[in-house]
C-alpha cells in the first residue's frame, strides 16, 4: 500500500529505529514514546486493522511483543508493560496499517491508559453473555492468495492448514536467546 506509512518503514524507504524484525514481523521506536522504549510492533504484510489480518501474522506479532517485553523488562528495567492494539479511529487507530504498542511502564510514571469503568447489573452481563457467546469457533475465510494457490477444499471434519508455521519450539527459542543476548 503505497500512501501506508508503516509500509513505507518497512520497505526502507522512510527512516525508522529498527529493533528487531521476524519473516512476518517489524519493530520499531515509536517516535511519540509514552516512555522511552516505547515500540511499536507491526506485521509486515499491509493489514487495515485486526478484521482482516491473517491469524499467521496475528500469531507472529503476539508473539514478537512478548519478546520485547521481555526485552524491555530485561534491559530497561521496566516494572510492568502494556501491549495495546486500537482498531478503526474511534478507538484511537491513527495509521490504518494493524500493529501492537509495547510501552514499558514503571511506578509514577505518569503515563495514562484507562477508561471511565461502568458499573454493569447482573442483568447486563446476562445479556451481553446471550449477544456475544460463541458456541464453536468462527470459521475464517481464507485470503484471496490462499484461495487462489489451492483449488482443493478439505472435507468436513478436515482441518485446513493455509500457511506452513516454522518449527514454534525452534522458533520460541531462537526469539528468547536473543531477547535476552545469549549465544545460539
Keep these: 500500500m503505497p500512501e501506508c506509512v508503516f509500509c513505507k518503514l518497512i520497505e526502507g524507504t522512510m527512516p525508522s529505529h529498527k529493533i528487531y524484525e521476524t519473516e512476518f ?5 515509536d517516535i511519540n514514546p509514552a516512555n522511552p522504549g516505547h515500540c511499536l510492533v507491526i506485521p509486515k504484510k499491509h493489514f487495515e486493522n485486526i478484521y482482516d ?3 499467521a501474522y496475528l500469531e507472529d506479532a ?6 520485547i517485553a521481555a526485552r524491555l523488562k530485561e534491559k530497561l528495567g521496566a516494572e510492568g508493560v502494556n501491549i495495546i492494539q486500537n482498531n478503526e479511529k474511534v478507538a484511537g487507530q491513527l495509521v490504518e496499517h494493524l500493529y501492537f504498542h509495547v510501552i514499558p511502564r514503571y511506578k509514577d510514571d505518569k503515563v495514562v491508559i484507562g477508561y471511565n469503568k461502568k458499573e454493569a447489573t447482573e442483568a447486563d ?14 470459521k475464517q475465510e481464507p485470503t484471496k492468495e490462499a484461495a487462489e ?16 508455521v516454522p518449527d514454534e519450539e525452534e522458533s520460541e527459542e531462537k526469539l528468547r536467546k536473543w531477547a535476552f543476548e545469549e549465544d545460539y
Excluded: H
Design 25 to 29: 514481523t517489524f519493530v520499531i521506536l
Design 53 to 55: 489480518a491473517d491469524n
Design 62 to 67: 503476539i508473539i514478537t511483543c512478548k519478546i
Design 125 to 138: 452481563l446476562r445479556d451481553m453473555e446471550e449477544k456475544l457467546s460463541i458456541t464453536a469457533a468462527p
Design 149 to 164: 494457490e489451492t483449488t482443493e477444499q478439505p472435507k468436513e471434519g478436515e482441518i485446513e492448514f493455509v500457511e506452513e
